[in-house]
């Protein structure tokens, strides 16, 4: 699979459907991240929401958290224009590519924009093997795991300029939203690591729970995805942190992700069958990861502040506020 596959439209003009396609960004330096996504929503037959096209953004500071930010604006369904082959979105001026993306969202509480452009140094990871993503109502995959961000990101008359920042694009789509999950991500100049823990409905409706995982550190590679692997290993859902661990032969991974409460933005989720799913999500959570070879350390990774994390279920959290 390569990264055009990867980010190519799955649900146009389908209804009871919902697409994203999102970039994170961890700047280590100044010890900020943001979060950019461009998404559609199509409702079922009979659900009552509105189908519509959204620009999404998201400031966070480990520093200043009282600086947090997040907005969205909306648009009519179509007001997304998507080509697959060169991969391509456009709505409302705003642009997303395979090398990079801009736009701008102004909100009632603030705004934000954005003119980045990135480096993709590693092929896509999808969370199950593609032959095998009829079996769940929800896809995602790392489409690049592993960037090197430039750009500028301007929120509230604030500017923030990325050299080379440290990053990840994603793509996912669904029937309906998984009832709960757990996400992480991180990535560095010598390694990534992309997974999830997941609840989410089949399409025979039956619940499945799985973890998928993804790394490479130190110029090894762990790649769970494995229909049978994901399903065995069902994982925890936590509010506080993402653990996982994950073994393949000889070879364990275990990763946690821990995040501050007051990191957390909250953002509601309409889902295409109806109801909502209540996201919590920060982009400067820490990050431990290690991989081994049964005695033998292969990676041992620590970053604070700098790994996406997201916890999300039918339930809203007390305490932490929905912003979006």
């Not at 009632?108 to 593609?130: I, M, Q, Y």
């Not at 923030?160 to 991180?186: E, I, K, P």
């Not at 990050?287 to 996406?308: F, K, Y």
Request: hydrophobic fraction near 40%; proline fraction near 6%.
């Amino acid at each position: 699979m390569n990264t055009e596959t990867a980010n190519a439209p799955r649900c146009q003009d389908r209804s009871g459907t919902y697409e994203a396609w999102y970039v994170t960004v961890s700047d280590a330096a100044s010890r900020r991240g943001f979060w950019i996504r461009y998404s559609t929503f199509n409702p079922a037959p009979g659900v009552s929401a509105e189908a519509h096209s959204a620009l999404w953004a998201f400031a966070f500071d480990r520093d200043h958290p009282e600086a947090n930010w997040g907005g969205k604006v909306t648009f009519p369904l179509r007001a997304l224009q998507m080509s697959a082959q060169p991969f391509q979105l456009r709505v409302d001026g705003a642009r997303f590519e395979r090398e990079g993306c801009s736009g701008q969202v102004h909100t009632e509480s603030g705004n934000a924009r954005w003119d980045l452009s990135w480096r993709s140094s590693e092929p896509p990871f999808p969370f199950l093997r593609p032959r095998w993503q009829a079996l769940s109502s929800v896809a995602n995959i790392g489409a690049q795991p592993a960037l090197a961000v430039t750009g500028t990101v301007e929120v509230n008359g604030r500017a923030h300029r990325l050299d080379g920042a440290t990053g990840g694009q994603q793509h996912t789509w669904a029937s309906s939203h998984a009832l709960a999950w757990n996400w992480g991500f991180a990535s560095g100049s010598d390694f990534w690591m992309d997974g999830a823990t997941s609840r989410v409905r089949s399409r025979l409706g039956t619940v499945l729970v799985g973890t998928a995982v993804g790394a490479k550190a130190n110029g090894h590679q762990f790649l769970f995805n494995g229909p049978v692997q994901v399903l065995r290993n069902r994982g925890s859902i936590l509010a506080h942190a993402w653990m996982a661990t994950a073994r393949l032969g000889v070879r364990t991974l275990v990763v946690a992700i821990k995040p501050r409460p007051e990191d957390l933005i909250g953002v509601t989720y309409a889902d295409p069958r109806g109801g909502s799913r209540f996201c919590y999500h920060t982009e400067v959570a820490d990050l431990e990861l290690h991989m081994t070879r049964g005695p033998e350390t292969l990676a041992h990774i620590v970053r604070p502040a700098s790994a996406a994390f997201e916890y999300a279920s039918e339930t809203p959290l007390t305490g932490v506020p929905l912003l979006v």
